[in-house]
């Protein structure tokens, strides 16, 4: 278990300088196609070059002193024995943060499916609209269900149909089921939220470009 949180921190710090690269050069320009595919590499990259740089060698045993070297692997060394288990606290932190965020994303997802499934179903070409009741639900699409209410159904239903085709045909949901699985390992990572964010403004400048 020692050997998967060095592996996720080496992972976390390649993350999170790739992430500044970005910004600094990409995100205010005007490609959502692009950036994506950008975007998705970064999560490629971050996590193959620690796997990469350690080759056949094993990761060591959590202790206490976390060591960085100039090609972003972490290792973790034991210190001096000072009678506090230093390690294991560190450790039962990371894992008790990866299961607040795995708790939280599957109330959400339980949440998504509630509303899915209590709204009024018409199956369509490629995708199914649900329409709910109340007016209080933006529109939104996940996999192959678009949800709205009914009032938006009959006020602006072509464009918003159109807007979020372009999310369901492009599988923007397959992406941020990436970049929250990243969520879940990183937690402690603000790269890692700060990535999604990025990943969802994209998709929304995506699917405009395609209904323009």
Known sequence: MGAIFSYTLAAGLVLLATYIIY???LSSENQPRFNRLVLLSLYTASFAAPALSLGSRSL???????EIDG??????????SSGIPVASVILAVYLAGCAIVLLW???TAIRLASIVRRGRHIHKDGYTLVLLPESGIAPFSWGRFMVM???DHGDAAAMIECHERAHISARHFLDLLLGQ???????YN????LMLAELKAVHEYEADERVL
């Open 60 to 66: 060591p045993s959590p202790g206490i002193a976390i």
């Open 190 to 193: 603000p790269a890692s939220w």
């Open 71 to 80: 090609l972003g692997e972490a290792t973790v060394t034991e210190a001096a």
């Open 105 to 107: 994303t599957a109330a």
């Open 149 to 151: 209410s009914e009032a």
């Open 23 to 25: 910004k600094w050069l």
């Open 181 to 187: 699985a990243v969520c879940i390992l990183l937690w």
